[in-house]
């Protein structure tokens, strides 16, 4: 009995707790949406590299621009905890970086697998995380820890068309958007914070928001637009 009781207690105060947290939901509003974000430039390339043998393949992968959208709150009036994420992995899968944008928090160790039937190469450039593997086969894992906060760019120097981000956050909130723009961040102490709103073609939004513990709130955005 004694031990129902404290299990009932249990999740009284794990329900009380998730109830004080608040959550904020919108949609975003990209300038020029595209349904896709497009097949390599001339559809067709050589795998020269290839382990097996050498031949064409067709690249082309369809995507929603909004996949590509990190909505990430900041605590202004408290420091953030976090912990680096577990199995944060990129693929390299039809000549493409699957996803195109990685969100993680700072610390976190990524997986770079090449998932594809010939070689790749990882490089980076500009801020952020600086390496380069090399040219590796089919099925090689490469591990990186990423240090640093911000974009890290990733290219193939095999395939050209080839690139992503790893979008490193000093905070454990953030979401992706959906396919069709709107976002639901949820779990957020009460406080203030500052709101980033993340596209790699666009300048990043920023805006502050108070929340009250069990609050939630609407807030819609469009790129190009401060939040109010």
Known sequence: MRRIVAALILLLFISD???QTASISGTVTLPSVQSARGAARGNLY???LSPAASGTTEVAQTASAYDDVIVSAHPISFKAKFAPLSNARISQKNATFIPHVLP???GTTVEIVNDDPFYHNVFTL???ERF???RRPTGDVQVKKVTSTGETKLFCDIHTQMNAIIYSLDTPYFTRAKSGGSYDLKGLPE???ELRVYHPNFPIVKGRVELKAGQAIQQNFAFGESLQ
């Open 17 to 19: 707790a998730v109830a």
């Open 191 to 193: 406080g203030t914070y």
């Open 126 to 128: 500009g801020q952020g």
């Open 132 to 134: 380069n593997i090399g």
């Open 46 to 48: 050589r795998n020269r």
């Open 104 to 106: 993680v928090t700072q």
